[in-house]
């Protein structure tokens, strides 16, 4: 079934959801899909802004096709290269003979690689404006917003901004294209591993583009995943601006790696220390049982990191080592980081750990508990400690 939607008198949503993908980037898991987001704006000249992943090409050219009404596609913009973006491109051109692309130097040599001689290219820089008769459009150029082509395009009548990835979310829509359509909150955990998984490396980036945002009358915000924000489009803005700035929430993240359970019980034990010490917020992981991308969130969303592991080959747990990896990767920062562990024989985990905390940046908080064995009531006062000192610098305002 065809549906398009209207977002005003002459902008239409044209996107598609993507149910099949189980992961995206063949990496963070999609409980409940993906849509792509793909926008039509009818006037006296037409032009469609980003496009879909390849494998919707014909669910977007239908709807694309019925908002148009035999009228001819005279531009398509592209705000983002990515293929989720722009797979749909060649076709979509080869549909509509005579149409042009619009993009920035990079996204120019990006086509060139990706769809050679798709169609005639239209170069735009930072501030440049394209009348299309009523509604007037300027284009934005948000370079590294996960990618360095990125740009956003506002369309100045009715002061709707094309964001591309920008203020996306994992989760495909149900029906609900709009944000006055459902419970906004609903949305906020996947907003948050979409950002801090895909968009968090590049947060002094995303800071650099909101800034150009800043004092801009925003009425209504077109991602390119996630719903259409167009009641309480500063809530999302407030939400990136928060992420990007790595301000986190009181609260800590506790994640654990353990093969026998010595280790993880240490974990239990270090959370209730830190709510018997005022920390009431407090996220609990196994490694080896979550995916990191759930984990790396709430690491997102908390001021408070408890890092534990077993030692495993003289160094952290594997699934450990692979959650330490992505944190630094994603230039995770602002964190209260305390760390403990356990090991039989030769130890190296807690090192492991400390090594990481050195290599990231991550000031450590209080003296790292290494327990050998399972706990004795040496081992537990230090793990009070421990807790004590975390929940002191949590709780500071």
């Known amino acids: 079934m065809i549906y398009t939607a209207k977002v005003s008198e002459h902008i239409h949503w ?3 959801n993507d149910r099949s993908t189980t992961f995206f980037e063949r990496v963070w898991p999609l409980d409940n899909g993906m849509a792509y987001n793909s926008y039509v704006i009818v006037d006296d000249k037409s032009v469609l802004v980003d496009t879909v992943h390849e494998a919707n090409t014909l669910e977007l050219i239908g709807r694309l096709e019925r908002v148009l009404d035999g009228r001819s596609l005279d531009y398509i913009i ?13 076709m979509i051109a080869s549909r509509f003979p005579g149409v042009k692309l619009i993009g920035n130097k990079l996204t120019k040599r990006m086509i060139d690689e990706y769809y050679p001689n798709a169609a005639e290219f239209m170069e735009v820089v930072d501030g440049d404006e394209l009348d299309l008769g009523h509604h007037k459009l300027k284009f934005v150029i948000t370079p590294w917003v996960h990618w360095p082509e990125t740009m956003m395009t506002l369309e100045t009548t009715t002061m709707t901004l094309f964001s591309a990835d920008v203020f996306g979310t994992f989760g495909a829509l149900d029906g609900q294209i709009f944000d006055d359509e459902f419970d906004a909150s609903a949305y906020e955990d996947e907003m948050r591993r979409y950002y801090s998984c895909i968009v968090g490396k590049y947060s002094k980036f995303a800071q650099r583009a909101l800034a150009k945002l800043d004092g801009v009358p925003v009425k209504t915000i077109c991602a390119t995943h996630g719903p259409i924000w167009r ?6 803005i407030n939400k990136y601006d928060v992420w990007s700035r790595q301000e986190g929430e009181v609260g800590a993240t506790i994640a654990v790696a353990s093969m026998y359970g010595h280790t993880l019980a240490l974990a239990e034990y270090i959370a209730r220390q830190l709510v018997l010490n005022g920390v009431r917020k407090i996220k609990f992981y196994d490694v080896s049982k979550t995916d990191m991308s759930y984990i790396i ?11 534990g592991t077993v030692a495993y080959n003289t160094d952290m747990h594997p699934k450990m080592v692979a959650l330490c990896h992505e944190l630094e990767l994603l230039g995770v920062a602002n964190k209260h980081l305390g760390l403990f562990g356990g090991y039989s024989w030769g130890g190296g985990g807690v ?6 905390a050195a290599s990231a940046k991550l000031p450590i908080v209080g003296e790292s508990v290494d327990m050998y064995g399972g706990a004795d009531e040496a081992t537990l006062a230090k793990a009070d400690a421990l807790a004590k000192a975390l929940a002191e610098k949590i709780l500071q305002e």
Do not use: C, Q, T
């Open 297 to 307: 969130s709430d690491v997102w969303r908390y001021k408070g990191l408890v890092l």
């Open 14 to 16: 044209v996107g598609v």
């Open 351 to 356: 090192k492991g750990l400390e090594k990481f």
């Open 78 to 90: 592209i705000n983002h290269m990515e293929p989720d973006h722009s797979g749909a491109l060649p």
């Open 231 to 236: 009641e309480n489009p500063a809530w999302v």
